[in-house]
């Protein structure tokens, strides 16, 4: 069964860095584009980040361009989200989307708190 399982979240210090995987299984990751989204509380759900099939194409939210870093590694049926200079508007709960044609994937989202 599709299966998209995100891991790397947890409580980090303004200023600190975590790094987000999205594994994959169940279809065929490298047909897909992949995206992370981030829903805080009380608040809608955010694109954070996104990267095509091949990973040639990739775009950011403004509020992240700089220090968000989107990648994967298709051999891995992996995403990952590299995030640094965090901030506490950035704690929220992060998921990854996996999106081909009309077929559309969701992980069960990993919690990222930003707080001293």
């Known amino acids: 069964q599709v299966q998209l399982v995100e891991s790397g979240g947890g409580l980090v210090q303004p200023g600190g860095s975590l790094r987000l995987s999205c594994a994959a299984s169940?279809?065929?990751?490298?047909?897909?584009?992949m995206s992370w989204y981030r829903q805080a509380p009380g608040k809608e759900r955010e694109l954070v980040a996104s990267i095509s099939s091949a990973g040639g194409s990739i775009n950011y939210a403004d509020s992240v361009k700089g220090r968000f870093t989107i990648s994967r590694d298709n051999a891995k049926a992996t995403m990952y989200l590299q995030m640094n200079s965090l901030k506490p508007e950035d704690t929220a709960v992060y998921s990854c989307n996996a999106r081909y044609w009309n077929r559309v994937y969701w992980g069960q989202g990993t919690q990222v708190t930003v707080s001293s």
């Open positions: 169940g279809f065929t990751f490298s047909n897909y584009a």
